[in-house]
């Protein structure tokens, strides 16, 4: 049995291309060594131990239809869109080795005719006369008897609004986890103007194939269409899931105050698993009642929009006397969650 096999995803769905990589490292045999090439269309990927309201402009994410996943593997936040091509690398142990897999990914530049260098851990970068500019980051992970390792090559990819999705609101987060590192990027194009996801797709499984002397058949996947990947429809539902982009969400708190004509108002929101556990309202209004009452409504809430305006209505409709002082409060408080 050949143990060598390639992967294509014709997919662009995040939520399916991860969870295709989680298939693959989680169910398939360590004795096969695997290349999977993809690319997502709008999406910011965060790393497995990030707060996506401490990384991103959600607000703006969900007016432009971009959509979040997060990742099983660690590392930062990134924008994709049809621009990136991304690489999993995936080997049994003690085969398993990143130093091979990024020296592929080299070689398959090298045959477009670009130079690329490692740098550092995980990155991958260009010179540009004296400026050393990153086009590729990785991430790996490793369990007892395998390890994958990928990334993302940057080829055309619209850098102007990775900046969009990347710049949070600000907010008073105390946030545990990783935070993104921001670096000096730029897409291959500029130094290879045809350059596209279908070019170095072929070049990246050349080089893989050259490496180890091995000939095989592409095996193109996509939703309807899945090649001997056990579990993938209960994983893809995981992956696409709330509880796993936002709920996975390490503990935070978040603070906030704001003064209104009628009073000054203060939240502190203890956060964990994206579900509120603690909620506590100061004020100094004459009738604290209401903003004591939301309190313990929003304890147990999922940390969200629309969990937040129904508690929110519940508390109106409860105290119709300030329906005023709480629909301008609501108006704030919804705008500062998200």
């Known amino acids: 049995m050949?143990?060598?096999?390639?992967?294509?995803?014709?997919?662009?769905?995040?939520?399916?291309?991860?969870?295709?990589?989680?298939?693959i490292f989680r169910k398939m045999d360590p004795f096969h060594r695997v290349l999977f090439v993809w690319r997502n269309a709008e999406t910011v990927v965060?790393?497995?131990?990030?707060?996506?309201?401490?990384?991103?402009?959600?607000?703006?994410?969900?007016?432009?239809?971009?959509?979040?996943?997060?990742?099983?593997?660690?590392?930062?936040a990134v924008f994709h869109d049809l621009g990136n091509t991304n690489f999993t690398?995936?080997?049994g142990k003690p085969e398993y080795d990143k130093t091979v897999s990024t020296?592929?990914?080299?070689?398959?530049?090298?045959?477009?005719?670009?130079?690329?260098?490692?740098?550092?851990?995980?990155?991958?970068?260009?010179?540009?006369?004296?400026?050393?500019?990153?086009?590729?980051?990785s991430a790996y992970r490793e369990a007892k008897d395998r390890g994958f390792h990928h990334g993302t090559l940057l080829l055309s990819a619209d850098l102007s609004r990775l900046a969009?999705?990347?710049t949070p609101n600000p907010k008073k987060l105390a946030a545990k986890g990783i935070t993104s590192v921001k670096s000096r990027v730029t897409n291959l194009n500029t130094l290879k103007p045809d350059i596209d996801h279908d070019r170095v797709s072929d070049a990246l499984i050349n080089a893989y194939l050259e490496y180890y002397q091995d000939?095989?058949?592409?095996?193109?996947?996509?939703?309807?269409?899945?090649?001997?990947?056990?579990?993938?429809?209960?994983?893809?539902?995981?992956?696409?899931?709330?509880?796993?982009?936002?709920g996975y969400t390490p503990e935070f708190t978040h603070s906030m105050d704001?003064?209104?004509?009628w009073g000054s108002v203060e939240v502190c929101l203890n956060v964990l698993k994206g579900q509120i556990v603690e909620a506590n309202i100061y004020t100094d209004s004459l009738d604290p009642a209401p903003f004591e009452s939301l309190a313990f409504l929003l304890n147990k809430c999922e940390y969200n929009q629309l969990e937040i305006t129904d508690k929110m209505q519940q508390t109106i409709s409860e105290f119709p006397n300030n329906s005023d002082q709480l629909v301008e409060f609501s108006h704030w408080f919804l705008k500062e969650i998200e």
């Open 46 to 76: 965060i790393g497995r131990a990030q707060n996506p309201w401490r990384e991103c402009n959600i607000e703006r994410m969900k007016k432009d239809n971009i959509k979040l996943a997060r990742r099983q593997s660690g590392g930062g």
């Open 103 to 137: 020296q592929v990914v080299i070689d398959a530049l090298k045959q477009l005719d670009i130079n690329a260098i490692a740098n550092g851990r995980n990155d991958l970068v260009v010179e540009e006369g004296e400026i050393i500019r990153k086009f590729s980051g």
């Open 258 to 261: 704001e003064r209104f004509d």
């Open 2 to 23: 050949n143990k060598t096999r390639i992967l294509v995803s014709t997919s662009t769905n995040p939520w399916f291309n991860l969870a295709v990589e989680e298939v």
């Open 89 to 91: 690398f995936m080997a």
């Open 215 to 246: 000939q095989v058949d592409i095996e193109y996947i996509s939703p309807e269409s899945v090649s001997n990947l056990p579990s993938l429809e209960d994983t893809f539902k995981l992956y696409s899931s709330w509880e796993w982009n936002y």
């Open 164 to 166: 969009n999705y990347l």
